[in-house]
C-alpha cells in the first residue's frame, strides 16, 4: 500500500470512528474500539467494529478491514475468507467492494476489504469475525463486542412446572446433553460460549452427571490439554459417553461406570466436530468450523470426511435413523438441510433447499415419526420440516418462498423477553403425541408444536437470561429437560 492509499485509509477510518462516536453519544453508548489481530505472515485491523443494538436487526452489518501481507510470498483474499459467528450461527459476505475475482496481496503491501453481512445484533451475545483463508490452515476471530454484558431481565413464570436444577459449581454454560440406560441427565460443560470456539486460555471444560432421583450433580473436568472444551455428547451401545471438542478437533470417550476418560482422537485439524449421533455403531459428526460431515470409529479411532456439495456450509446438528444422515448446513448464505444414505455405495450428500430468498440459519435436528427431519432455523424464528418423498435435492421448484415438500412455521411473537429479539434453537420430537419440542434461547421459551394444528404453546422461563439453548431433550417419561446456557442450570418441564 503506497503512502496516498494509507492516508486515505487513515482518513476513512477517522471519519468512521467520528460517525460511530456521535452516534454513540447521541446514544450514551460507548463504541469499541477498532481491533486487530496478527496471523503468521499476515495481520488484520477491523476499523468498524459491530456495536450491540437492544433490538434484534437484520440489515445489514458492514465491516472495513485492512489485510497486511508481512510474508515474503503473495496471497489472495475472497469473500468465503470471511464468517461472522453470533451465537454459534454462521453468517457469510453478502457482497464486498473487490468484484467476483480474488484480490491478490503483495509481499509487505496491504488492502483494505469491505465486507457485508446480513445478520442480527443482539446484545450480549458475542460477535465474532473469522478469517479462515483457503490457502492455509491459519483460522483467525477476531471478537467484535467480547466485553458486552448480558441483559438480566425478569418474566412471569412459566404456567407448567418447571423444576431447575444449579449447576454452577461446574465449568458453567452448559450446553449439549444425553441421558444414559438408568435415566442420569449428562450434558456437556465448555465453560464458555463457542462463537465459533472458545477464546484461547479457556481452562478445561467439564461433563457433567445429573443424577436420576437424588438430582445430586457430579463433574469430570476434561483431561488438561488446550483447547479442551466439550460442546456435545451421545451415548454407544455399551453405555459409554462419546463427546466432541471443537477447539482442539478431538473426539472423546468417557467410561461412566469407571468414572474415568478412556481417552481423545485428533480427526481433521481445524475442521472442529460439532454435533454427533451414532449409526450402526459408527460415529457420525458435523464438522461446523469447515464444509464436511465426519465419521469415527469407536474401536478403530479412524475418521473420514465428506465434504458438502456447498462450499462454506459450515454443518452445525445431525440425527440418524434407519442408515440416514441428516443434517443442518448453518450457513446463511447457503440454507440448507442435506442427508447422507448409508444403503448406496456411492457416498454422496443430497442437499435440498429451503426457501427462497435465503432467510434462515439451520440449527439443531430431530428425526419425526414418519422419518421427516425437524429442524430449528435459529434467528430467523422458524422451524421446518421436509418430505423426502416430495422434494427434490438440489432443487428448491419455486421462484419464492418455501420450497416443495417443506413446510416452515414462525413462531409465536414473544410477549415478554423480547427485547433481544429471538433464536429458534433445540428441538426433540415426542412420538407419543407428536409433538415437536423447542427452545428460544433469546425470548427464555420452552415448549411445543403441535403438526396437526399447526399451533405453538410455549411457557416463558423466569429469568430472560436463562438461555435455553441447543441441548434440549426428552427422558423416558417424556418430559423435558433443557439446558439453561447463561443460568448456569439445567431445567426440566413437565407437561
Not at 474500539?33 to 503468521?40: D, G, H, T
Not at 477447539?247 to 461412566?256: D, Y
Not at 458435523?286 to 470426511?305: K, M, N, Q
Not at 450428500?349 to 430449528?376: D, K
Amino acid at each position: 500500500m503506497t503512502r496516498l492509499e494509507l492516508a486515505i485509509f487513515s482518513l476513512i477510518a477517522l471519519g468512521l470512528l467520528i460517525f460511530h462516536g456521535l452516534s454513540a453519544v447521541k446514544s450514551d453508548a460507548q463504541q469499541p474500539a477498532p481491533v486487530s489481530l496478527r496471523l503468521r505472515g499476515r495481520s488484520l485491523s477491523v476499523s468498524a467494529p459491530i456495536r450491540d443494538s437492544p433490538l434484534q436487526d437484520p440489515a445489514h452489518r458492514d465491516l472495513t478491514v485492512m489485510l497486511s501481507n508481512a510474508s515474503s510470498r503473495s496471497f489472495s483474499v475472497s469473500p468465503s475468507d470471511f464468517t461472522l459467528s453470533v451465537q454459534g450461527d454462521t453468517f457469510g459476505v453478502q457482497r464486498w467492494n473487490a468484484g467476483t475475482a480474488p484480490v491478490p496481496i503483495a509481499p509487505r503491501h496491504s488492502d483494505v476489504i469491505r465486507l457485508a453481512f446480513s445478520a442480527p445484533r443482539i446484545a450480549g451475545q458475542a460477535t465474532t469475525l473469522v478469517y479462515r483463508p483457503a490457502d492455509t490452515s491459519i483460522t483467525g476471530v477476531v471478537p467484535l463486542n467480547a466485553s458486552s454484558p448480558r441483559p438480566l431481565s425478569t418474566a412471569s413464570r412459566a404456567r407448567v412446572a418447571v423444576g431447575t436444577f444449579p449447576v454452577s459449581r461446574g465449568a458453567g454454560d452448559p450446553w449439549g446433553t444425553a441421558f444414559d440406560r438408568w435415566g442420569n441427565l449428562w450434558f456437556a460443560e465448555p465453560g464458555c460460549d463457542f462463537a465459533p470456539t472458545c477464546p484461547a486460555g479457556t481452562p478445561p471444560g467439564q461433563i457433567g452427571e445429573l443424577k436420576a432421583f437424588s438430582h445430586v450433580v457430579v463433574f469430570y473436568t476434561l483431561p488438561n490439554i488446550p483447547g479442551n472444551q466439550p460442546i456435545f455428547l451421545a451415548f454407544d451401545r455399551s453405555g459409554d459417553l462419546w463427546f466432541t471438542t471443537p477447539n482442539n478437533s478431538k473426539i472423546g470417550e468417557f467410561r461412566p461406570s469407571a468414572g474415568k476418560f478412556i481417552g481423545q482422537w485428533a480427526v481433521t485439524a481445524g475442521s472442529g466436530p460439532w454435533d454427533l449421533t451414532f449409526s450402526n455403531r459408527t460415529i457420525w459428526y458435523t464438522e461446523h468450523l469447515v464444509s464436511a460431515v465426519g465419521t469415527f470409529s469407536p474401536s478403530t479411532h479412524r475418521h473420514r470426511d465428506y465434504p458438502t456439495p456447498s462450499a462454506n456450509s459450515n454443518p452445525y446438528g445431525i440425527a440418524a435413523e434407519h442408515g440416514l444422515i441428516w443434517f443442518t448446513e448453518n450457513n446463511s448464505t447457503v440454507d440448507r438441510v442435506a442427508v447422507f444414505n448409508t444403503h448406496k455405495r456411492r457416498h454422496a450428500i443430497s442437499e435440498y433447499q429451503i426457501v427462497r430468498p435465503l432467510s434462515g440459519t439451520p440449527h439443531m435436528i430431530a428425526i419425526g415419526p414418519r422419518g421427516h427431519p425437524w429442524w430449528t432455523e435459529g434467528f430467523s424464528n422458524t422451524i421446518a420440516t421436509l418430505d423426502p418423498d416430495s422434494a427434490k435435492p438440489g432443487r428448491c421448484r419455486t421462484r419464492s418462498g418455501t420450497c416443495k415438500g417443506v413446510r416452515r412455521f414462525a413462531l409465536t411473537a414473544a410477549t415478554s423477553c423480547s427485547t433481544n429479539g429471538a433464536h429458534a434453537s433445540g428441538i426433540a420430537i415426542q412420538r407419543s403425541r407428536d409433538l415437536v419440542w423447542l427452545d428460544n434461547s433469546l425470548t427464555a421459551q420452552v415448549g411445543s408444536f403441535d403438526p396437526r394444528s399447526h399451533t405453538f404453546d410455549l411457557d416463558t422461563l423466569s429469568d430472560c437470561d436463562d438461555h435455553p439453548h441447543d441441548g434440549l431433550t426428552l427422558d423416558s417419561a417424556d418430559k423435558v429437560w433443557f439446558d439453561e446456557e447463561f443460568g448456569s442450570a439445567i431445567g426440566e418441564l413437565t407437561p
